[in-house]
Nanobody, 123 residues
Framework: QLQAFGGGLVQAGDSLRLSCVAS???????MGWFRQAPGKEREFVAA???????YYADSVKGRFTIFKDYEKNILYLQMNSLKPEDTAVYYC????????????????????WGQGTLVTVSS
């Protein structure tokens, strides 16, 4: 089970850190963050591969960082320099299999999802 939290209303240029608590141990092998804006499809944001390699969507590279706290079993998404176009409901996802890059970036591939947390960035 995954629980995501940390969203909120911020201004452009601000930062937020999202957290995703995984109730099962150990961490799933593949984990990622996705987002869905109103009227749009769910899109990839960032992910960890099975060897802890990191992948990012081009739109967030250099601004967002995905990282884990293994001791606490928490997946984080640090979001800096937020833009209005980052406004969306953010979801964490996990899968017990070793997903390859293309699978990690597909919302259709993950077996487990958190409930989503809303991030609103005002201009």
């Amino acid at each position: 089970q995954l629980q995501a939290f940390g969203g909120g209303l911020v201004q452009a240029g601000d930062s937020l850190r999202l957290s995703c608590v995984a109730s099962s141990r150990p961490f799933s092998v593949s984990m990622g963050w996705f987002r869905q804006a109103p009227g749009k499809e769910r899109e990839f944001v960032a992910a960890f591969g099975s060897s802890d390699e990191k992948y990012y969507a081009d739109s967030v590279k250099g601004r967002f960082t995905i990282f884990k706290d293994y001791e606490k079993n928490i997946l984080y998404l640090q979001m800096n320099s937020l833009k209005p176009e980052d406004t969306a409901v953010y979801y964490c996802a996990a899968d017990p299999l070793r997903l390859v890059r293309a699978q990690l970036m597909s919302h259709k591939r993950y077996d487990y999802w958190g409930q989503g947390t809303l991030v609103t960035v005002s201009s």
